[in-house]
T-cell receptor, first 113, second 114 residues
Framework: GQNIDQPTEMTATEGAIVQINCTYQTSGFNGLFWYQQHAGEAPTFLSYNVLDGLEEKGRFSSFLSRSKGYSYLLLKELQMKDSASYLCAVRDIGEDSSYKLIFGSGTRLLVRP | DTAVSQTPKYLVTQMGNDKSIKCEQNLGHDTMYWYKQDSKKFLKIMFSYNNKELIINETVPNRFSPKSPDKAHLNLHINSLELGDSAVYFC?????????????FGPGTRLTVL
């Protein structure tokens, strides 16, 4: 079956570093995405990993280990505007060769002063 | 210069009614999607169209019927609305359903069924 797990909520302090973990089980893994979603808004793309290792993009980095079915999103130098939900999504290839994104329930991050 | 737009943003209606949500993208993408985000914030794929052809049709009641008049538009029609249809519906687009490119999401339509 398909399953994506991430913590429901996290709290961190402005200026700190926070790591949001995601574990997944899918039958046809073809990449992992992280999206940011502010309350009442659309998800916006943050990062994409298809090979093992770390992808860095400014204050945000994402790591993938395919053998462990594990990813994390690392946010550095936290700002108040980083308070949002962070969605882990796995691209899965179906039996009919179609690609679809399977989302986790999201981690709500609260950044405090 | 909105990339993916949806109308309406809010939709409040009675059970049993029929309603439509429209989506348009000006990114030149060839693949469009409809997602449903429920109260627990799970974002779940419903349909995907590539060049006006249906390529993903998840287990969705056939009261939901997507229609793609051209590759820049993907509309969603819902018949006989039920209370459980209340959710936020997001349209998205990407270049290539199987490509590496990310999906761009519209602002969402919050549907409330009374």
């Amino acid at each position: 079956g398909q399953n994506i797990d991430q913590p429901t909520e996290m709290t961190a302090t402005e200026g700190a570093i926070v790591q949001i973990n995601c574990t997944y089980q899918t039958s046809g893994f073809n990449g992992l995405f992280w999206y940011q979603q502010h309350a009442g808004e659309a998800p916006t793309f943050l990062s994409y990993n298809v090979l093992d290792g770390l992808e860095e993009k400014g204050r945000f980095s994402s790591f993938l280990s395919r053998s462990k079915g594990y990813s994390y999103l690392l946010l550095k130098e936290l700002q108040m505007k980083d308070s949002a939900s962070y969605l882990c999504a796995v691209r899965d290839i179906g039996e009919d060769s179609s690609y679809k994104l399977i989302f986790g329930s999201g981690t709500r991050l609260l950044v405090r002063p | 210069d909105t990339a993916v737009s949806q109308t309406p943003k809010y939709l409040v209606t009675q059970m049993g009614n029929d309603k439509s949500i429209k989506c348009e993208q000006n990114l030149g993408h060839d693949t469009m999607y409809w997602y449903k985000q429920d109260s627990k914030k799970f974002l779940k794929i419903m349909f995907s169209y590539n060049n006006k052809e249906l390529i993903i049709n998840e287990t969705v009641p056939n009261r939901f019927s997507p229609k793609s008049p051209d590759k820049a538009h993907l509309n969603l029609h819902i018949n006989s609305l039920e209370l459980g249809d209340s959710a936020v519906y997001f349209c998205a687009s990407s270049q290539g359903g199987g490509a590496l490119n990310e999906q761009f999401f519209g602002p969402g339509t919050r549907l409330t069924v009374l």
